[in-house]
């Protein structure tokens, strides 16, 4: 007497196609059921094959279709191997723009660090400058100008110094990122004894001595 045919597990079928690690060639033969009928289930019960594994990098069902559709012709079968090259191609583009936005967003915080580093160079010649524009009313006051002088003076000064040094930690972290450096970026400044600082940490008085070039 022939032994009964093995009933096909299609909760084990369904769970390795949504997983997207195994093709549906190799679902089939470990499951004695034909590649063309799991196929067919997967169409009627509208599973979605989910191949982050391959391509590292989640992608939807309608992006991938809408890529997938640019990509190959009509009389091209959609493989595991054309979805996986088509989204690849996208994030590689998506990270490629990332790292533009990345690169323009470091050279305006280096421009902006220059132009604090040029006035706390000449910070008297902008004192100068603030006390000849002084127009004061009727009341003896200038608000203009003392908006600009509370900008130039040291706790202003020490203040855009710290946004700065954590727009850049920042950046840092993400660039590495954007080009698959592992580790963490860590932004360090040295103290008087080699001891790194970070800037959230420092005091006005350390912070003041690197702007005016004490610090290492």
């Not at 970026?185 to 690197?210: F, Y």
Request: glycine share 6%; charged share 35%.
């Amino acid at each position: 007497m022939t032994e009964a045919k093995k009933k096909p597990d299609w909760e084990r079928i369904e769970s390795d196609y949504r997983a997207g690690l195994l093709s549906v060639r190799e679902i089939a033969a470990s499951q004695g059921v034909s590649h063309v009928a799991i196929a067919k289930r997967a169409k009627k019960e509208g599973w979605e094959r989910d191949l982050n594994a391959k391509i590292k990098a989640k992608a939807d069902a309608l992006v991938t279709s809408r890529t997938v559709t640019r990509e190959v012709t009509s009389e091209q079968a959609v493989t595991d191997r054309a979805i996986v090259e088509a989204n690849a191609e996208v994030i590689a583009n998506i990270r490629m723009a990332h790292r533009s936005d990345i690169r323009r967003a470091r050279t305006l915080c280096m421009s902006l660090l220059a132009e604090l580093e040029a006035e706390t160079g000449d910070i008297d010649l902008f004192r100068e400058l603030g006390d000849i524009l002084r127009s004061e009313d009727d009341k003896g006051q200038d608000k203009r100008n003392d908006i600009y002088h509370k900008v130039i003076s040291s706790a202003g000064r020490i203040d855009s110094m710290k946004k700065l040094a954590e727009t850049l930690k920042n950046l840092v972290g993400i660039e590495r990122e954007a080009y698959g450096i592992a580790e963490a970026a860590k932004l360090e400044l040295s103290g008087p004894n080699g001891t790194p600082l970070r800037a959230k940490d420092m005091t006005d008085d350390e912070l003041a001595a690197i702007l005016a070039g004490g610090g290492a």
